[in-house]
């Protein structure tokens, strides 16, 4: 099998509840969905899930030519992602007095939503960094394609954040008015937030000592 199912079972929840978190990208697809109707809001989730798949594709090619060229630098890589994670948890736990508010976006058509859904996620540099750091958690040279495992990784985690997201832009209006006026909300996000990457960063350092 070539992503044993001990390893999805550790990814899936962990994704579902990154996924969950509100960002830049969810909150693009709120404002989007707020401004200019459901049928933009669903259109902006699905551009954002195919940067997405690009910032995958790319990342992806650059692990499997890095570890044909370089194999110790695989694991400089995950160290260099756990160390990231504890950052997140850490950045996530000192940000304080934060609303969820939706993002400023231009009124238009479903088509432009899903262009500027793209757009927004590609000139996002840190969702490669995420990407580069989160995914490679979970590959295991040994067990086949490096780049396979690295997009079906990347898939399950995009089908996530898509799901998400188009409940998100499909039901802005409710949903925009709910969290914004509560601070409780994105305060309790952010803390669960920084408890799954701070336990994940501690079991994945714990599994490469044994």
């Given at each position: 099998m070539l992503i044993p199912l001990q390893t999805l079972l550790v990814f899936v929840p962990t994704a579902l509840a990154l996924n969950m978190t509100p960002g830049n990208d969810m909150l693009f697809c709120l404002g989007q969905g707020i401004k200019s109707g459901p049928r933009a809001g669903l259109a902006a989730s699905f551009g954002i899930s195919t940067g997405a798949l690009v910032h995958t594709l790319l990342a992806g090619l650059g692990l499997a030519a890095l570890l044909a060229s370089h194999p110790v630098a695989f694991q400089m890589l995950r160290w260099a992602g756990i160390s990231y994670l504890v950052w997140l948890a850490f950045q996530a736990f000192r940000n304080?007095?934060?609303?969820?508010?939706?993002?400023?976006?231009?009124?238009?058509?479903?088509?432009?939503?899903w262009r500027d859904g793209i757009v927004v996620n590609l000139l996002n540099p840190k969702i490669i960094v995420?990407?580069?750091?989160?995914?490679?958690?979970?590959?295991?040279?040994?067990?086949?394609?490096?780049?396979?495992?690295?997009l079906l990784l990347g898939l399950i985690?995009?089908?996530?954040?898509?799901?998400?997201?188009?409940?998100?832009?499909?039901?802005?209006g409710k949903l925009g008015q709910f969290l914004a006026r509560s601070a409780r909300i994105a305060r309790a996000f952010q803390v669960f937030t920084g408890c799954v990457f701070l336990a994940l960063a501690a079991k994945l350092a714990f599994d490469q000592k044994a």
């Open positions: 304080r007095n934060q609303t969820l508010k939706a993002a400023e976006t231009r009124k238009g058509s479903a088509i432009r939503a995420f990407v580069l750091a989160f995914l490679p958690q979970f590959v295991d040279p040994k067990r086949g394609s490096v780049l396979l495992q690295f985690l995009n089908i996530g954040g898509t799901i998400i997201n188009c409940l998100v832009g499909g039901f802005a």
